[in-house]
């Protein structure tokens, strides 16, 4: 009975601890293939027009982008669309699908896309600080040059997204602007025509000349009714009331006090519309020109900035470390996948020592 007992144990010793630290190790010594990693550093820069708080713009460099725009690379770098990129460049299945390569590290060569794209995923991969906002990306591959081209090819890639970014962002505002140049032109167009309209309804260029001169007229008539009236007053002491002089005098001065009755109604509008209301529906129309005349020049000079603007990028990917090429060979990490098998193998088997001993004692 103890003989069985220890050969039980030396069995769950070799099944538990033995053979999986022995299987490991030499799956791991012999078999599985070495992977290159390629790394690189980047940040994201934003162009502004006023120095901000970040101290980059005022060395010289532009201040960098919010955190958005790097989980927007990181998503664009390890999307299935950069598969398909780098698999069209470099055919990056048929690297990891190498039958040279490890039976648990290549890809099966009638492996589905979606399998494709997580081993992707675990050999390509992005970590952004956010205290530094610097974007690290590390590539993984069978061939340190194939690792460091593929890296490459990603930053690229990346470049050429923000600089798309960059252009639709300055199309579109382009692109606004000249939506509303063109309708503030046609707004400053029609209160232009309005005035004009107004001006030719009423015969006046400007009810402050036109008020300015019926103030005028009626000035000089009373001026000349006076002259008139003492000119009779003089005459009438010396000639007979129905003397021609007189009368003629007197018809004069009747008349010129109709001229002025007739002025001051239109000034007063007892003909009409008077001058102060004509005055008020013409500043208000004026004021209607002004306005789309501002607003016209407004949208130019607003146009003509974004037009300077469009011709600079507003966002830049700096490399800040260019794509390194490995000298040896960083993965898998052998040490530390035995270590931590002995250490599972270990626990397992005095779980399972545990386990045997229990039953053996309740048998």
Do not use: C
Request: hydrophobic residues 45%; glycine residues 2%; aromatic residues 10%.
């Amino acid at each position: 009975m103890r003989y069985s007992s220890s050969i039980f144990s030396v069995g769950l010793f070799i099944v538990f601890f033995a053979l999986p630290i022995f299987s490991v190790s030499f799956y791991q010594a012999f078999v599985s293939t070495d992977r290159y990693e390629s790394a690189a550093s980047t940040i994201i820069t934003e162009q502004k027009p006023s120095v901000t708080s970040l101290d980059l713009s005022l060395i010289g460099l532009p201040s960098t982008a919010s955190d958005h725009d790097a989980h927007v690379v990181k998503t664009l770098v390890l999307s299935k669309d950069m598969v398909r990129y780098l698999d069209e460049k470099i055919q990056l299945r048929e690297h990891f699908s190498n039958l040279e390569v490890d039976y648990f590290s290549r890809l099966e060569t009638d492996a589905t896309f979606e399998d494709f794209h997580e081993l992707y995923r675990d050999y390509f991969t992005v970590d952004y600080n956010v205290e530094t906002k610097i974007l690290r990306i590390a590539v993984q591959a069978f061939d340190r040059a194939y690792a460091q081209k593929a890296l490459e090819l990603i930053l690229e890639r990346s470049d050429e997204f923000i600089d798309s970014v960059n252009n639709r962002m300055s199309k579109e505002q382009v692109r606004f602007f000249r939506l509303e140049e063109k309708k503030r032109k046609q707004e400053m167009l029609v209160a232009k025509a309005k005035l004009l309209a107004f001006q030719q309804a009423n015969k006046i260029y400007s009810t402050e000349a036109e008020a300015q001169t019926i103030f005028t007229t009626i000035g000089a008539l009373e001026t000349l009714a006076a002259q008139k009236q003492s000119e009779l007053d003089s005459r009438a002491k010396i000639l007979s009331k129905n003397s021609a002089i007189l009368q003629e005098l007197g018809a004069q001065i009747a008349s010129l006090q109709r001229q002025i009755t007739s002025e001051k109604a239109r000034l007063a509008g007892g003909q009409g519309r008077d001058i102060s209301e004509i005055q008020s529906d013409f500043l208000a129309v004026q004021l209607e020109l002004e306005l789309a005349t501002t607003a016209f020049k407004s949208t130019l000079t607003t146009l003509e900035q974004v037009r300077i603007e469009a011709a600079r990028k507003l966002k830049f990917l700096i490399v800040v470390t260019e794509p390194s090429l490995a000298d040896d060979s960083e993965f898998p990490r052998r040490w530390y996948i035995v270590i931590s098998t002995i250490m599972i193998s270990l626990m397992l088997y005095v779980v399972a020592s545990l386990v045997m001993a229990i039953i053996r004692e309740h048998a």
